[in-house]
């Protein structure tokens, strides 16, 4: 296999079998565990020195598209409630949530509010 470039970083074929080795030794840890331990062990880091976990899920999720290594199942629903339809919840639900409910369709719920308070 020739590298691989997924979320700024050139993957090798041993980085592929690294990865897919430590999902196999640790069958209970979910995809937040993994992303955090790669980044962690490549030094995976932001110009502030942060941990890139979430730079790190995004080249999973990338890598188990492509059908390159297989994750964890999810434990919950995506919570930005836009990437997965299959886990959105009725529309009721979303015309319900508080204004204090984070989501993408609150957004537009409470911008119909002021909308109609003009």
């Known amino acids: 296999m020739e590298s691989l470039y997924v979320q700024s970083r050139t993957l090798e074929a041993k980085d592929l079998d690294w990865i897919r080795q430590l999902i196999d030794a640790h069958p209970g840890w979910n995809r937040t565990k993994l992303s955090v331990h790669i980044a962690q062990r490549w030094q995976w880091r932001?110009?502030?020195?942060?941990?890139?976990?979430?730079?790190?899920?995004?080249?999973?999720?990338?890598?188990?598209?492509?059908?390159?290594?297989?994750?964890?199942?999810?434990?919950?629903?995506?919570?930005?409630?836009?990437?997965?339809?299959?886990?959105?919840?009725?529309?009721?639900?979303?015309?319900?949530?508080?204004?204090?409910s984070s989501g993408c369709w609150n957004h537009s719920a409470s911008y119909r509010r002021r909308a109609q308070k003009s």
Request: proline share 9%; aromatic share 6%; with cysteine.
């Open 46 to 100: 932001n110009h502030v020195g942060q941990l890139k976990d979430m730079a790190c899920r995004s080249m999973l999720l990338k890598l188990e598209q492509k059908g390159l290594i297989c994750l964890p199942p999810r434990q919950k629903p995506s919570n930005n409630g836009c990437l997965f339809a299959q886990w959105l919840p009725s529309p009721s639900r979303w015309l319900s949530r508080s204004k204090a």
